[in-house]
């Protein structure tokens, strides 16, 4: 596949509100692929052909200059129309408001169009990928959102044990299990208990060879699952397929040197 992919995390300054900055360049080995959610927020600056971008049972949206992916826990569907040829951003989960000023639930489950892309893309064309991701991270201005830093401290937690009660969870940081779910609406976009679901499917595909043999049952009790039918149900809901149907896609279209954990090829 001549595929050119480039990722780096975001500089200190903004690593509170950004996770990477990407560049992605070539054409995939297939029409369109299922990409499961992380618990981000997503910008994407197009410089080649238009990008179509579909949420699983949402409306395609055709990015001509720009995209922007809100929360979601469902796959989103990228299919280019051409080569690829395009710059993102990956927000952390209390990123949006910050980094794209946008309200995260206002745009949950849905693409939509992110205007300062326009602005940004004429002066993409003509750099390296090392060289548009750091005009890109200069350019980004986040702002100050109320609150953030809690519910980053919150959204930590979850990282660390997303099997993590929520009602805990809410005691620890001396707030109500109510005004933490609030929060968690207006930072995050989602639910504690999504992201939570979201965070855990994510460690799962992070951590399994689908090369090799995947104790499911094994893995379901690690991560906090109460058996193997609730693991494919929540893996299921997140990637758009069953585990078996996950193994045979990542085999059939990717090396283990390319392997891409949440990505379904099709």
């Known amino acids: 596949m001549d595929f050119d ?8 300054a903004l690593a509170h509100c950004v996770e990477t900055i990407w560049h992605a360049r070539g054409q995939i080995g297939y029409r369109r692929e299922r990409i499961a959610p992380t618990g981000s927020t997503v ?23 720009g995209f922007l992916i809100g929360p979601h826990d ?22 949006c408001r910050a980094v794209f ?4 639930a206002g745009i949950r489950g849905q693409v939509t169009d992110w205007p ?38 919150a959204v930590a937690a979850l990282e660390d044990d997303p099997t993590r009660g929520i ?29 939570a679901r979201t965070l855990r499917v994510r460690r799962l595909l992070e951590n399994i060879d689908v090369y090799g043999k995947v104790e499911w049952t094994a893995l379901a009790g690690r991560l906090g699952w109460f058996d193997q039918a609730h693991l494919i149900r929540d893996f299921k ?7 078996s149907e996950y193994q045979a896609a990542q085999r059939r279209e990717f090396d283990p040197a390319e392997a891409a954990p949440g990505f379904v090829p099709e």
């Open 237 to 243: 809901r997140h990637t758009g397929v069953t585990p």
């Open 116 to 153: 300062p892309a326009a602005h940004l893309r004429n002066r993409l064309t003509d750099l390296t990928p090392d060289e548009a991701i750091a005009l890109v991270a200069d350019a980004l201005d986040p702002q100050p959102v109320p609150g953030l830093d809690r519910i980053a401290d």
């Open 43 to 65: 910008a994407g600056i197009v410089l080649g052909p238009p990008i179509r971008q579909t949420p699983l049972d949402g409306d395609p949206f055709l990015a001509t200059t």
């Open 167 to 195: 009602a805990e969870l809410a005691a620890d940081l001396g707030i109500s299990h109510g005004h933490l779910d609030r929060e968690f609406l207006r930072v995050v976009g989602v639910g504690p208990r999504v992201l």
């Open 5 to 12: 992919f480039v990722s780096r995390p975001a500089p200190a």
């Open 101 to 104: 000023g946008v309200d995260p």
């Open 74 to 95: 469902r796959p989103i569907v990228n299919e280019p129309t051409g080569d690829t040829w395009c710059v993102g951003i990956v927000a952390t989960p209390v990123g």
